[in-house]
């Protein structure tokens, strides 16, 4: 064998390690403390989820069942030759050890099939089917509301982010703090969410309404308004 020839665990990590070893050589001594015990305790992890022992993964690894065990508690550092052991034989990428881990995404495609059926709140009568929006980190939901025949609810209520309302059938009046607004068939209301508001009905026939929220950000998350229990006549929620 060429002395000046790479060993294999070595030139594979040349290929698959140097993003995440740049990284982890600008980490201070406190940040280098929580990814050991970061790394330490996803080994651990991907050990129990493959069920096995902390003795089976220390015999394939030719160390001590205690030296593993100060690994997985994060009491004790290890070479790169011994994290790509154990990634090997606990089948998982260095990447996945030394990166935050990935969190929930927003929708690529959802579909919302047409005998989807709507939900009710019994405490305000009103039907509503979510179209879109369903998961989490998506910047909008997107609502088909339809109005109780009996108006049991005169809650204004306020939150974070715009809304965007379509009247799809019958009248409805769009209370936005002391202003109504009175809306027909394919007219349309967009409001600061922030501003105390509210909808109902208008007359005997049924009433529809296509209705988009969009949180500000992803730390607030919209008021389903028509979910709540009336408080009383134009009380603000």
């Known amino acids: 064998m060429n002395r000046n020839q790479p060993r294999k665990d070595e030139a594979t990590c040349s290929k698959t390690c140097q993003g995440p070893l740049r990284e982890a050589a600008r980490l201070g001594e406190d940040d280098l403390s929580a990814a050991v015990l970061q790394i330490g305790g996803r ?9 096995l022992t902390l003795a089976e993964v220390a015999q394939r690894s030719g160390m001590s069942e205690s030296s593993l065990s100060r690994i997985e508690r994060g009491n004790m550092g290890l070479s790169v030759t011994t994290l790509l052991q154990l990634c090997g034989i606990l089948g ?4 996945d050890l030394l990166n935050a881990p ?16 709507p939900h009710e709140f019994a405490a305000t009568g ?11 980190l998506n910047l909008f939901k997107v609502f088909h509301l ?11 209520v306020s939150h974070e982010g715009q809304e965007y309302c379509h009247i799809l059938e019958g009248a409805v009046d769009f ?11 394919g007219d349309s209301i967009m409001i600061d969410s922030s501003l105390p508001h509210r909808a109902e009905r208008r007359g005997d026939g049924a009433a529809h309404m ?6 500000a950000d992803h730390d607030h998350k919209p008021s389903d308004w028509w979910s709540m229990p009336s408080l009383g006549p134009d009380t603000e929620a």
């Open 210 to 215: 296509l209705m988009v929220i969009c949180a």
């Open 175 to 185: 209370h936005v703090g002391k202003d109504v607004y009175a809306l027909q068939k």
């Open 126 to 136: 009103y039907n509503w089917l979510l179209l879109g929006g369903r998961d989490p």
């Open 92 to 95: 998982v990428r260095l990447d």
């Open 146 to 156: 339809i109005f109780p025949e009996t108006e049991v609810m005169r809650t204004l």
């Open 102 to 117: 990935q969190g929930p995404e927003p929708s690529r495609v959802q579909v919302t099939r047409a005998d989807s059926q």
């Open 43 to 51: 080994l651990r992890d991907a050990r129990r989820s493959m069920k």
